[in-house]
């Protein structure tokens, strides 16, 4: 996290809306330092089904295996997913845990992937899914954001603009997000650190969550 705990507490609001965080290789790799939890009590052990998970199933996109799955990431203490190119190999630099499933998606096709990510988090879920759209909510970086605003897969757009970042050519960066898709912006906040928090929606998609969730 970049922001302060206004900021978390706007992202664990999000969170504790989805029924699978998507991430990229590359965030993966980034957040392998540290578990995926909720760190404030008002979003923790959210109930997912007959159980209440600290946070939801977590899907990584990825085009090889080389992760080290030693690293705390991969302990969140929820179930979790690899999803890669049928095409791409198989084998993993350290062996992949038990509790971790690879899914395979076919060919390249970013659609592909995140419709096997859903199908797997409604199995995942069960019962608590049924009859209603799976909410992804993709945790990546600028890269797979805008790979999924290009294939018009993106509903909504959370974002915080801090007044204080600054950093080399590795600061995370929106600037893969900046293609000429229209989006609406029905909300949006001053917080008291100063950061703007940004809520854009693709006209014509329903609201992902609740509204006045960045008021969180």
């Known amino acids: 996290m970049l922001g302060s705990d206004d900021d978390r507490q706007v992202l664990e609001a999000v969170r504790s809306q989805a ?44 085009r090889s295996l080389d992760f080290d799955f030693s690293s705390p990431f991969w302990t969140s203490d929820c179930p979790m997913a690899i999803v ?5 190999p198989g084998v993993a630099s350290s062996p992949v845990p038990a509790g971790v499933e690879l899914l395979a998606a076919a060919g390249e096709s970013l659609a592909a992937a995140v419709g096997a990510v859903a199908c797997w988090a409604r199995r995942v879920l069960g019962g608590a899914a049924d009859g209603r759209t799976i909410r992804v909510l993709c945790e990546g970086g600028g890269h797979l954001v805008g790979s999924l605003v290009r294939a018009g897969l993106l509903d909504e757009l959370f974002l915080t603009v801090t007044p204080w970042v600054l950093g080399d050519g590795g600061t995370p960066s929106t600037s893969a997000i900046l293609t000429p898709t229209p989006l609406t912006l029905p909300e949006w906040r001053v917080g008291a650190a100063g950061e703007v928090f940004l809520r854009y929606r693709r006209p014509g998609a329903d609201p992902w969550a609740p509204e006045g969730i960045t008021s969180a």
């Not at 890669?84 to 791409?88: G, H, P």
């Open 84 to 88: 890669r190119d049928a095409s791409s």
């Open 19 to 62: 029924d699978v965080l998507l991430y990229g290789a590359g965030t993966a790799r980034a957040d392998s330092r540290r578990r995926i939890q909720f760190r404030h009590e008002r979003y923790a052990a959210v109930a997912v089904g007959r159980l209440a998970r600290v946070v939801p199933p977590i899907a990584v996109l990825c």
